[in-house]
Nanobody, 126 residues
């Protein structure tokens, strides 16, 4: 059964960094683009970024460009989200999700992601 599990969240001071990880199982991992999303209670879910199945291409939301970096390891079946220069407005629950997109040259945060993890909480506060 396809499963995604996020980890690495926590409490961090403004300006700090975290490395979130998404571990996948039950899938042919490199057939799936992986997206990272975040949500604050009462607000709409926001796409943070995505990476193609090959790992050759990434996309980021304007709000995180230059601060967040997505990478993947198709041997370990993991996708990491490195988050730097964190701001209080980055506080949210962060989710990874999988989109079946074999051989896709670009990923799309607006695609229909069929599989989701349960998320990991990131809180940025002094």
């Amino acid at each position: 059964q396809l499963q995604l599990v996020e980890s690495g969240g926590g409490l961090v001071q403004p300006g700090g960094s975290l490395r979130l990880s998404c571990a996948a199982s039950g899938m042919t991992f490199d057939y799936y683009a992986i997206g990272w999303f975040r949500q604050v209670p009462g607000k709409a879910r926001e796409g943070v970024g995505c990476i193609t199945g090959s790992g050759d291409s990434t996309e980021y939301a304007d709000s995180v460009k230059g601060r967040f970096t997505i990478s993947r390891d198709n041997v370990q079946n993991t996708v990491d989200l490195q988050v730097n220069s964190l701001k209080p407005e980055d506080t949210a629950r962060y989710y990874c999700a999988a989109d079946f997109a074999p051989w896709q040259l670009m990923c799309n945060m607006g695609a229909v992601y069929d599989y989701w993890g349960r998320g990991t909480q990131v809180t940025v506060s002094s």
